[in-house]
């Protein structure tokens, strides 16, 4: 199959944020986080890696159902289906063999969520992606970040420095070579085909590590797409600004690929794809008091405007710590449905 027509042509998906931050729910130690990032929590309120891991021996998601959760993105006429297999927590949804800190080894539900899901998605005939944050990790030592404090974030700092303040013992190489590098290697491998790999936030990535990452998703993943958050210009299709909505698509724009470092926004597609991720309400991962909710109607007029510019949707949802996806979202899903 030429993937690259399959995702020209597939224009809508189902992205879904899940995890250890889904039980705090936006909230910890008596506050709401003020920054609507559910999944940014650890860093917001800068809670320590001894409490955070403390979260893992209470995920057990009893609800949770892969087949319910893929056939209902599917009923929703959405084309592919993209989760997190690790996200700047550092936590893998994955039987990682890299690190424990994961979902089968450090909880009570032992369950491996991203294989799960991904033999739903062959069941059911939707494709498969996955997200991997393959710079910033919290639970490292030497997770990247730490050269960027003049780029604002969503939390008090791209890395953790509060576990580990010392900025110039940092080196991502280390994080790299023992943790990133070995994961993306066994989500490449363990899970089947993969139609995209969904990388994020490329802060300290030198241009040999982005070219390493690339060349290893195109020797296990041949037609797996790579999106441009990557980093350094090693990409197959653009990824926007978290929730862009462009007036319109640049034409013979120049651009430096040493900028993806850095920034996102619109950038120059050698093969024509684009994509949105965008979300309901505010926050990516669970919050229980964000109910600001973009209407079905509002949702289905970004979805024809993105898909009218050759745009795809890759809306979010942010399941509960039950595996549930929220009442509002299953609502406005259906509704958007509708109008399909």
Known sequence: MDMRKWFKEAQYGMMIHWGL??????????????HRYGEWIQSHMRIPNAEYEKLAKAFNPVFFDADEWVKFAKECGMKYFVVTSKHHDGFAMFHSKVDKFNVVDATPFGRDVIGELADACRRHGLKFGLYYSQDLDWHEPH?????????????????????????MEKNFDICFENKILPQIEEILTNYGELCLIWFDMPMTLKEDQSRRIFELVKKHQPNCLINSRLGNGAYDYVSLGDNEIPDSMPENQEFDPSLMNEIDGFKPSPYGLYETAATMNHSWGYFATDQDWKDAKRVAEIKQKLNGMGINYLLNVGPDHLGRFPAPCQEILREVAKTL
């Open 143 to 167: 997770g990247g970040g730490y050269n960027s404090y003049h780029i604002p974030n969503a939390g008090n700092a791209w890395c953790n420095d509060w576990d580990f303040p010392k900025t």
């Open 21 to 34: 931050y889904s039980l705090l729910a936006g909230e910890y130690d008596g506050k709401v986080a003020k």
